[in-house]
């Protein structure tokens, strides 16, 4: 259970309402065991009335009534606080499992762009889903039955040995065997658990991904092929689910076996000791039901084990994330303005998942409120520039600056606060394109929508929507055409009303009109902030106030568009091919 550790500061943080759980489970199980022994008593009034006449009827009647009472009092009470103890200790294992998804899904927003690039969002959706809700079986019910079980065993166990420990050492022969016999098969349990949670993962994201990809499933007519692999992976997740109940089957049936068992043997036993005349026949009838009584907890035994197991390999996948270290450390805390300045000094960038070298010795700089575009062939380095401006990634040598102070000093909040950064692969969510856009900025309000949409040139185009900015897109706005998912992005981007505004080729799905309004919308009306320009369009960058051109990581041409054009090279053959291209 050494992974399942992790939760103990769960277990503290809500130790009185398991305290409360433990007092009254223990009081429900006292209550319990009255039954038992007033139907031996009643069996022992009965055997002196009827073998030995020891007692009058009338007493006897009046005994049994009372008997009769206070057995269904007992149960009642019992009952009530059986009640009590599930809403306390359940609930427990409910605030848990609240808790336990929150730090989960806190940690996932902590870690950097490399974590999502080397794990797949099924299997993150998997531990977030149907591994805690392993967990919370284990914090929940198991913690339940384990404290009842406990006690109910220790109170039985104790009374039967007051009043006949010879009898109750017969009584409890099995138990060791029980025992042994469910360490070797919860060792089972634990791997076939984990086998099967990671099957899961694998069936979760081939599903997410089928789902997400579904138009180009389509468009492709592999439906048959996509059902092949579905099949495939249904199936093993299926053949190692029933494998692991197989294993799990075991326990009831053995514990049914071993239980019978303690029975015969006090049923020997004690008939001995009673014809014997060693013990009334009113004891022999409570030691039955005593082991009778612990049919159950003996059983949850296994059913128990058989969720700590699965917790076990469930916490376990959960672990191997909640350990993992952000490797982009954010050690300032101050709030603060930026103006936004930016200076590369020598910046080299290697990607760590696929050892490919992205920039090498970058030096440029764009003083505050100018533009920057950038340009350059497929692989050239230009969005990794920009990833290292919003420090998805630290550079490997090299120091950038904004506002002359290291951004590795700078507090990251601050930073992404402050800069409007629209990507090259548009996200939308399954939501109004008001709320999309109003997502860059929540305080923002109706006006402020229209006026930034208007600048994105996206306005007329939500209007002409039967619910205009009440229209809900599709997941990832998949009823929008490319150009109009790409507005509503730099809508939502200018609403920030940020310090630095980032493009990374996000004019690629417009035409030439729209573009050009746009970047005149940006030079005249979203001043005094910083724009950095990625596009493979020369007419996208032609208004900068400067232009980088990279290639292979490297900058080999910088300067205005007037000065580039003067010099025979990429920029100027780029160029030259787009304007006869119109």
């Given at each position: 259970?050494?992974?399942?550790?992790?939760?103990n500061?769960?277990?503290?943080?809500?130790?009185s309402?398991?305290i409360?759980?433990?007092?009254?489970t223990i009081?429900a199980?006292?209550?319990?065991?009255?039954a038992p022994?007033?139907v031996g008593?009643?069996?022992?009034?009965?055997?002196?009335?009827?073998?030995?006449?020891?007692?009058?009827?009338?007493?006897l009647?009046?005994q049994?009534?009372?008997?009769?009472?206070?057995?269904?009092?007992?149960?009642?009470?019992?009952?009530l606080?059986?009640f009590?103890?599930?809403?306390?200790?359940i609930?427990?294992?409910?605030?848990?499992?609240?808790?336990?998804?929150n730090?989960?899904?806190?940690?996932?927003?902590e870690?950097?762009?490399?974590?999502y690039?080397?794990?797949r969002?099924?299997?993150?959706?998997?531990?977030?889903?149907e591994?805690?809700s392993?967990?919370?079986?284990?914090?929940g019910?198991?913690?339940?039955?384990?404290i009842?079980?406990?006690?109910l065993?220790?109170?039985?166990?104790?009374?039967?040995?007051?009043?006949?420990?010879?009898?109750t050492?017969?009584?409890?022969?099995p138990?060791?065997?029980?025992?042994?016999?469910?360490?070797?098969?919860?060792r089972?349990?634990?791997?076939?658990?984990?086998?099967?949670?990671e099957?899961?993962?694998?069936?979760?994201?081939?599903?997410?991904?089928?789902?997400?990809?579904i138009s180009?499933?389509?468009?492709?007519?592999?439906?048959?092929?996509?059902?092949?692999?579905m099949e495939?992976?249904?199936?093993e997740t299926k053949?190692k689910?029933?494998?692991?109940?197989?294993?799990?089957?075991?326990?009831?049936p053995?514990?049914l076996?071993?239980?019978?068992?303690?029975n015969?043997?006090?049923?020997?036993?004690?008939?001995?000791?009673?014809?014997?005349?060693?013990?009334?026949?009113?004891?022999?009838?409570e030691?039955?039901?005593?082991?009778?009584?612990?049919?159950?907890?003996?059983?949850t035994?296994?059913?128990?084990?058989?969720?700590?197991?699965?917790?076990e390999?469930?916490?376990?996948?959960?672990n191997?994330?909640?350990?993992?270290?952000?490797?982009?450390?954010?050690?300032?805390?101050k709030?603060y303005e930026?103006?936004?300045?930016i200076?590369?000094?020598?910046?080299?960038?290697?990607?760590?998942?696929?050892?490919?070298?992205?920039?090498?010795?970058?030096?440029?700089?764009?003083?505050?409120g100018?533009?920057?575009?950038?340009?350059?062939?497929?692989?050239?380095?230009?969005?990794?520039v920009?990833?290292?401006?919003?420090?998805?990634y630290?550079?490997?040598?090299g120091?950038?600056?904004?506002?002359?102070?290291?951004?590795?000093?700078h507090?990251?909040?601050?930073?992404?606060?402050?800069?409007?950064?629209v990507?090259?692969s548009?996200?939308?969510?399954?939501?109004?394109?008001?709320?999309?856009?109003?997502?860059g900025?929540?305080?923002?309000?109706?006006?402020?929508?229209?006026?930034?949409?208007?600048?994105?040139?996206?306005?007329?185009?939500?209007?002409?929507?039967p619910k205009?900015?009440l229209?809900?897109?599709?997941?990832?706005?998949?009823n929008?055409?490319?150009?109009?998912?790409?507005r509503?992005?730099?809508?939502?981007?200018l609403?920030?009303?940020?310090?630095i505004?980032?493009?990374d080729?996000s004019?690629?799905?417009?035409?030439?009109?729209?573009?050009?309004k746009?970047?005149?919308?940006?030079?005249?009306?979203v001043?005094?902030?910083?724009?950095?320009?990625?596009?493979?369009?020369?007419?996208?960058?032609?208004?900068?106030?400067?232009?980088?051109?990279?290639?292979?990581?490297?900058v080999?041409?910088?300067g205005t568009?007037?000065?580039l054009?003067k010099?025979?090279g990429y920029?100027?053959?780029?160029y030259?091919?787009?304007?006869?291209?119109?």
């Open positions: 259970m050494g992974e399942l550790k992790y939760l500061k769960f277990f503290y943080l809500y130790k309402k398991i409360i759980g433990i007092i009254i009081i199980r006292i209550f319990a065991l009255v022994n007033l008593d009643s069996i022992t009034l009965i055997e002196q009335y009827t073998l030995k006449n020891s007692i009058e009827i009338d007493f009647k009046e049994l009534l009372l008997n009769i009472i206070f057995i269904v009092g007992s149960a009642l009470i019992a009952a606080f059986t009590i103890m599930r809403q306390t200790l609930n427990v294992s409910r605030y848990i499992e609240f808790d336990l998804k730090e989960i899904f806190i940690k996932y927003q870690l950097n762009v490399k974590f690039k080397n794990n969002i099924g299997d993150l959706m998997n531990r977030i889903s591994d805690v392993k967990v919370r079986m284990y914090v019910p198991a913690l339940m039955y384990t009842n079980t406990v006690s065993f220790v109170i039985i166990i104790t009374y039967m040995v007051s009043v006949d420990p010879k009898l050492a017969y009584a409890v022969i138990l060791p065997i029980l025992s042994l016999l469910i360490y070797k098969l919860s089972q349990i634990n791997i076939k658990s984990k086998s099967v949670q099957s899961l993962s694998k069936l979760t994201t081939f599903s997410q991904e089928s789902f997400s990809g180009i499933i389509k468009s492709n007519t592999i439906e048959d092929k996509v059902n092949y692999f495939e992976f249904a199936n053949d689910s029933i494998d692991l109940a197989k294993f799990q089957s075991w326990f009831f053995m514990m076996l071993l239980i019978g068992l303690s015969i043997i006090v049923i020997y036993v004690g008939g001995n000791q009673y014809i014997n005349g060693e013990i009334d026949l009113g004891v022999l009838a030691f039955i039901i005593y082991v009778n009584m612990l049919t159950w907890p003996v059983a035994v296994g059913w128990v084990t058989s969720i700590v197991q699965q917790a390999a469930s916490q376990k996948r959960i191997e994330f909640l350990s993992q270290k952000s490797e982009i450390i954010n050690e300032n805390v709030n930026i103006s936004g300045e200076i590369f000094n020598n910046v080299g960038l290697k990607y760590p998942e696929t050892n490919i070298k992205a920039l090498d010795n970058i030096n440029f700089s764009v003083k505050a100018e533009s920057l575009g950038i340009i350059g062939s497929v692989g050239s380095g230009k969005s990794s920009l990833e290292l401006i919003v420090r998805n630290d550079p490997d040598h120091n950038i600056f904004i506002d002359n102070k290291n951004l590795r000093e507090n990251l909040d601050v930073i992404r606060k402050q800069v409007g950064y990507p090259q548009t996200f939308l969510f399954s939501d109004t394109i008001y709320n999309n856009i109003n997502f900025n929540i305080k923002s309000d109706e006006n402020d929508i229209i006026h930034y949409s208007k600048l994105a040139s996206i306005h007329d185009d939500i209007i002409s929507f205009k900015y229209s809900i897109l599709g997941e990832r706005g998949i929008l055409s490319g150009g109009q998912k790409q509503v992005a730099i809508a939502r981007a609403i920030k009303k940020p310090k505004l980032i493009l080729d004019l690629s799905a417009l035409d030439t009109e729209t573009e050009h746009i970047i005149n919308n940006l030079k005249n009306h001043k005094n902030i910083t724009k950095i320009i990625v596009s493979h369009r020369i007419s996208t960058v032609e208004q900068c106030d400067q232009i980088l051109v990279l290639n292979q990581g490297k080999i041409e910088i568009h007037q000065e054009c010099i025979d920029y100027k053959e780029t030259d091919k787009q304007k006869t291209k119109k």
